[in-house]
């Protein structure tokens, strides 16, 4: 028997970062829009836990235990009393360390293959729970749609999407380290007195109506000005973005993807071709969004 799980990207349409908890994590108003960018988990039974992953980032995918697959695999085997003898193999498409959750989606992906291939019986609040201690972006991995995160990003409320919306995601050369831009932007907050972490209500709302202006003028990541510390080329591609005639633009999470909201399929296909065009990204690539969560296919 082997089961697959298809699981899509997300995109932070607004993230807001408070300043850095005891913990050394920081409180966020997290809202996650789940886009049509998937990677494909397969489980299938095996001698011992393996994972191998195929794509054309393969390669940056670590296949030891700290791929959070494998880590979802492990808990939930621990839980149940069982093995984690299994093959788990990753088909991405997602961008590798790309601010999309790419890792986040494969360990909700295995998390849930693991589940129907053992048949465990855990309910939907169990595997929220262990998605929450895999990492702060995971939970929603396994949701999808849109909703807002607050805690460190692992507590979630569903949100209401009144309206398909067009995106396009320009892909940057290599990665960046997701706590590396947040020390970042400790660096660059000092000394100022960083406000609470609030969810924007013109942003709500014009998800809830499928406003598309309204979204693209309410776009917000905290993050950003880390990540073009970071990585400055990465003002490029928001530039020529914007100049094909996206209607909103940002930095996706912690990078160093840059993502478009546009105004139509077509109005994004122009955009993705001018991104292309402009030697600023190593690919354009077009999605929808809302997605649907992890789902077995
Ligand atoms: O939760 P996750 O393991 O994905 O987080 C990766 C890193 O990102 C953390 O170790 C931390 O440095 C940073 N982070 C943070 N605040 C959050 C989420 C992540 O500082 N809310």
Known sequence: MTVTVRVPAKVNVQLAVGAARPDGFHDL????????????????PAE????????????????????????????????????????IHIAKDIPVAGGMA???????????????????????????????????????????GAALGTGRGEKLTALEVGG???????????????????????????????PEPVASPELLDAL???????????????LQPAALSLRPSLADTLDAGTAAGALGALVSGSGPTT?????????????AEALRASGTCRAARVAQGAAVGATVV
């Not at 992953?53 to 085997?77: K, T, Y």
């Not at 295995?110 to 309910?123: H, I, M, P, Q, V």
């Not at 939907?124 to 999808?144: K, N």
């Not at 993502?259 to 955009?271: Q, T």
């Open 48 to 87: 011992e836990l393996r994972i191998t992953c195929e794509g054309p980032d393969a390669d940056q995918v670590p296949l030891d235990h700290s791929n959070l697959a494998a880590r979802a695999a492990i808990e939930l085997a621990r839980r149940y009393g069982r093995t984690p003898d299994v093959h």
């Open 259 to 271: 993502a478009f909201l546009c105004e139509s399929a077509e109005a994004a296909e122009k955009v």
């Open 208 to 222: 809830a109506k499928g406003d598309v202006h309204a979204l693209a003028a309410s776009l917000v990541n905290d």
């Open 164 to 194: 398909t919306f067009y995106w396009v995601f320009a892909l940057a050369d290599g990665g960046l380290s997701t706590p590396a831009v947040f020390r970042e932007f400790d660096r660059l907050t000092e000394g100022t007195e960083v």
């Open 102 to 144: 790419g890792g986040s989606a494969d360990g909700a992906g295995a998390l849930l293959a693991c589940d129907a291939l053992w048949g465990t019986g855990a309910t939907r609040e169990e595997l929220l729970e262990i998605c929450a201690e895999l990492g702060s972006d995971v939970p929603f991995s396994l949701v999808g």
């Open 29 to 44: 108003a997290n809202v996650f829009l789940a886009v049509g960018l998937y990677d494909e988990i397969t489980a299938t």
